[in-house]
T-cell receptor, first 114, second 113 residues
């Protein structure tokens, strides 16, 4: 049973380019969460999605960031016009139900903005 | 809003000695509490969780944690540190009604031979 799959594992972008990070949840999981980890910081919640719906995006920056979880295919976190401050590890997590209190994390996508 | 406080970003412990990582939480509703471990360049792995059952929770790799409501704490312990325990440890809290976790800043554990 494959775990949460994220790709790419490492991504390098120049300032102003776009970054797309993908996440395939565990089989049978319909809840997807994105977290960002900055150096020397814990993980910060960004967005919570179910299939075709954004449930909670209170942690997303107001501009340049967007997320989707289409009916078919992986969840995608998109960062437009990247800046150096976007350099971080982005983790995706999934859960089968909302009330289990447990998330299963992927290995993360590490974005470096030059 | 829920939050977690972990003090002491770096913790050094001798091999075979007690590992103690402190976590205090703030929550307006009965919380779910978690400890996750992160090895270099990897994702987070669940060590253990408290979800309103037994207050002493046993996890993987010999770790355990005790929920103390009166102290709003959920400290993580392991009686005898092993070299393989060197990693970063995160405490997290969530509202029992959703899975949105609030993480502490983490403790980087170094095990000294």
């Amino acid at each position: 049973n494959a775990g949460v799959m994220q790709n790419p594992r490492h991504l390098v972008r120049r300032r102003g380019q776009e970054a797309r990070l993908r996440c395939s949840p565990m089989k049978g999981h319909s809840h997807v969460y994105w977290y960002r980890q900055l150096p020397e910081e814990g993980l910060k919640f960004m967005v919570y999605l179910q299939k075709e719906n954004i449930i909670d995006e209170s942690g997303m920056p107001k501009e340049r960031f967007s997320a989707e979880f289409p009916k078919e295919g992986p969840s995608i976190l998109r960062i437009q016009q990247v800046v150096r401050g976007d350099s971080a590890a982005y983790f995706c997590a999934s859960s089968p139900e909302i009330d289990t209190g447990e998330l299963f994390f992927g290995e993360g996508s590490r974005l470096t903005v030059l | 809003a829920q939050s977690v406080t972990q003090l002491g970003s770096h913790v050094s412990v001798s091999e075979g000695a007690l590992v103690l990582l402190r976590c205090n939480y703030s929550s307006s509703v009965p919380p779910y509490l978690f400890w996750y471990v992160q090895y270099p360049n990897q994702g987070l792995q669940l060590l253990l969780k408290y979800t309103s059952a037994a207050t002493l929770v046993k996890g993987i790799n010999g770790f355990e944690a005790e929920f103390k409501k009166s102290e709003t704490s959920f400290h993580l312990t392991k009686p005898s540190a092993h070299m393989s325990d060197a990693a970063e440890y995160f405490c997290a809290v969530s509202d029992a009604r959703n899975n949105r976790l609030a993480f502490g800043k983490g403790n980087q554990v170094v095990v000294i031979p």
